[in-house]
């Protein structure tokens, strides 16, 4: 199929019922962004959506079957924005997802400010290393490590985009989640909803949901947690309906 470069395979997005481009030496889409997509709050019938650190633009895609709003992905990697360009057209959505390859930190200027009613990110979770850690994979690096674009960065352009009133959603590692209040608070983005994923019980988290109105009032919501595995080491069934739609 020529729609296929190099290494790259087309998956299922099984409970979507979508199509997905991926690449094991590129770029392939984790856990995370299936459950920020799932978690954060999206208008059915219409509204204006922006997805910042886009990737393959996995995150546009699981939000296109919750939402009929216009969806737009903003990834700066060429490599994976061609890849989310071609996904969205292998699935024909067009009409309302569209991809911009660019830095997040420009788009505000670019697209204007308060346009959108939600904003999603699944920014790169780790501060920059030494060059001896750093992946040796750029596109790799790039999304893990904050080389391109800092937390503060992507909190900054997600406060300059969204309306007064609109939500911000990210998912991120526990470990920086006072990085992430702080931020928000100080780009008038007041966190409302978090939720702590944890690998199984009896282990600590590893990813971090939450969910900020611009200039909303603080009372904020902690949500019961959620359960990756089971003690067999398959799938809970929250996660399966999420992946399977079961």
Known sequence: ??????????????????????????FAFSLDAVLLAR??????QKGNIIDL????????????ARTKGKIIGVEIQERLYDMAVRSIQYNTLQDRLQMI???IKEIPQQLGHGKFDVVTCNPPYFTTPSKDEMNPNEHLAIARHEILCTLEDAVKAS???????GKV?????PGRLMDIIS???HYRLEPKRIQFVYPKHGKEANTLLVEAIKDGSPDLKILPPLFVYNEEGEYTAEIRKILYGE
């Not at 199929?1 to 030496?25: G, H, V």
């Open 39 to 44: 978690f954060v709050y999206v208008p059915i």
């Open 53 to 64: 650190c886009s990737g393959n633009g996995v995150i546009p895609l699981f939000l296109s």
């Open 183 to 185: 931020a928000m608070r």
């Open 1 to 26: 199929m020529d729609i296929l470069k190099d290494d790259e395979r087309l998956d299922y997005l099984l409970a979507e019922n979508l199509r997905i481009i991926q690449s094991p030496s590129v």
């Open 169 to 173: 959603a990210f998912v991120h590692r």
């Open 159 to 165: 406060s300059q985009l969204v309306k007064q009133g």
């Open 101 to 103: 390859h660019g830095d």
